[in-house]
Every structure is written in structure tokens, then in C-alpha cells.
């Protein structure tokens, strides 16, 4: 008895058909054969034996098969939809991760730019002041030659006359 009870549930597991969902040119195409690299296979029980014989119960395994078929389509397009949302939520963090990095360069710059500034406007004021300093020394030698005494440096940034 055992042995014909395990008989017939094989028998029942070898009837369950294999088939495989398959990607063909945009289009879900269902195969006995793996179709491509990608297939997925889908355990799908064989229709009743009696629809053989009776047309509208093979009618209504059909309804159920293809109810089936666009559950698991629909299914798979909400989970390409995920997929898509989670690629473009990782592109934005991206892209502000980016632009945050991009805002504290740009402060950097400008800062150091402002330090320029500042040391430029510093060397501007000292070179004036050492024009300043050069012309007065030229105005006193000009003027102690004018009086026939003689001027030098006196490294103080003054002259020193006779």
C-alpha cells in the first residue's frame, strides 16, 4: 500500500509541467525550454484531465492560468518600478553628496582668494610706502647737492649728509 501511495504521488510530481517565463524582444513569452540566460522558471500545475472532455472547465483552467500569468506580470513590473525608484533615490544622494563636496571647495577657493587680496592690498600699501621713502631720499639728494654736501644711506631708510 505504501509503495502505491508513493507511486502516485510521483506520478502526480512528474504530471506538474515544467515551464519557464522567458524575455523575448520586450515580451514575456512562456516555454517548456529555458529560453534564454535569464528565464525564470514557473511551476505551473497541469490542466485538470477532465477538461479534456470538458470544454468549459478547460475554459476556466485557462482564465486561471492567464489571471496568474498577469499577477506575476504585474508583480514583476512593480518590482522593476522599485528597482528604478531605488536607482534613482542612490543617483540624487549621489549628486548632493557631489554638490555638497563641490559648495565646500568653492568656499575654500574663496577664502584662500580673499587671503590674496588682502596680502596684494598689504604689498600694494608698502610699496607706497617704499616709493614714499625713495622719493624723499631723492628730494634730500637733490637738495644736499644743491647745498654742495654730500648724502648716504644710512640703512635706516634715511640718508645721512655732510
Not at 70 to 79: H, V, Y
Not at 125 to 137: C, K, P, V
Request: charged share 35%; with cysteine.
Amino acid at each position: 500500500m505504501k509503495k502505491l501511495m508513493l507511486l502516485a504521488a510521483l506520478w502526480a510530481a512528474s504530471a506538474e509541467a515544467e515551464t519557464y517565463r522567458c524575455n523575448v524582444d520586450g515580451k514575456t513569452v512562456y516555454s517548456q525550454t529555458q529560453c534564454s540566460h535569464g528565464a525564470e522558471r514557473v511551476r505551473m500545475a497541469p490542466a485538470p484531465t477532465d477538461s479534456l472532455d470538458n470544454p468549459e472547465a478547460a475554459e476556466r483552467h485557462r482564465l486561471k492560468l492567464e489571471q496568474e500569468q498577469a499577477r506575476q506580470e504585474a508583480e514583476r513590473q512593480e518590482l522593476e518600478r522599485q528597482a528604478e525608484a531605488a536607482r534613482q533615490r542612490t543617483l540624487e544622494e549621489e549628486r548632493l553628496r557631489h554638490d555638497r563636496a563641490m559648495e565646500s571647495n568653492l568656499e575654500v577657493v574663496k577664502s584662500k582668494l580673499d587671503r590674496i587680496e588682502t596680502d596684494t592690498k598689504q604689498l600694494r600699501r608698502e610699496q607706497a610706502e617704499q616709493g614714499s621713502a625713495l622719493d624723499q631720499a631723492r628730494s634730500e639728494q637733490a637738495r644736499s647737492k644743491a647745498l654742495g654736501t654730500t648724502c648716504r644711506p644710512n640703512g635706516g631708510g634715511t640718508l645721512y649728509c655732510d
